[in-house]
């Protein structure tokens, strides 16, 4: 089945430092990747929509400088939090699209993410 | 895309049959039912989906009304390792983005 790894799985590190988190598709190939954020007894918040070779598409509220998503290739997108804050420390979940209209995404396991 | 309205929680004794409903009402006709769980601390994991027929794989079986206003998961022989949030979602496709509600928390008990 397909497999979406997510890279590294928990980091820490200080405030004001950027942090970047990796999403592949093992084994197929995803045009299209989502970037969701989940706060503690929370649901899964979409961050934005990445889209290879163009720019990410962000949800209202979610400051683009402040997320930096690229997504270069076929197999991988990335999300950067750049000078980040305590406030940014949260579980951040990468997806990709699945083959076929109706086939559903494929999730990585999660980025717990501490800004201390 | 349509919203979902699930109760927060639920129990269950293991090795029982576990039915999570779901209400979504305002469904429309080219949308799917998709049902995703999160075990605590980890990515969402898909369990099953429908447009309006009866669904079963290996993990799970999906129920649909008629007028797809409401559907049932079955876990036929639920195990300590199914607790779980349990997301139900409607959405047109792959390639939309998928709205998350709160879910229901089910905790199978021994």
């Known amino acids: 089945g397909a497999v979406v790894s997510q890279h590294p799985s928990w980091v820490i590190c200080k405030s004001g430092t950027s942090v970047k988190i990796e999403c592949r598709s093992l084994?197929?190939?995803?045009?299209?990747m989502f970037w969701y954020r989940q706060f503690p007894k929370q649901s899964l918040m979409l961050m934005a929509t990445?889209?290879?070779?163009?720019?990410?598409?962000?949800e209202q509220g979610v400051e683009k400088d402040k997320f930096l998503i690229n997504h270069a290739s076929l197999t991988l997108s990335t999300l950067t939090v750049t000078s980040a804050h305590p406030e940014d420390s949260s579980f951040y979940i990468c997806?990709?699209?699945?083959?076929?209209?109706?086939?559903?995404?494929?999730f990585g396991d999660g980025t717990r993410l501490s800004i201390l | 895309d349509a919203k979902t309205t699930q109760p927060p929680s639920m129990d269950c004794a293991e090795g029982r049959a576990a039915n999570l409903p779901c209400n979504h009402s305002t469904i429309s006709g080219n949308e799917y039912v998709y049902w995703y769980r999160q075990i605590h601390s980890q990515g969402p994991q898909y369990i099953i989906h429908g447009l309006k027929n009866n669904e079963t794989n290996e993990m799970a079986s999906l129920i649909i009304t008629e007028d797809r206003k409401s559907s049932t998961l079955i876990l036929p022989h639920a195990t300590l390792r199914d607790t779980a949030v349990y997301y139900c979602i409607v959405n047109a496709g792959n390639n939309r983005k998928l709205i998350w509600g709160l879910g229901t928390s089910l905790a199978v008990n021994p």
């Open positions: 084994d197929f190939q995803a045009t299209t």
């Open positions: 997806s990709a699209e699945g083959q076929g209209w109706d086939q559903p995404q494929h």
């Open positions: 990445s889209n290879e070779g163009s720019k990410a598409t962000y």
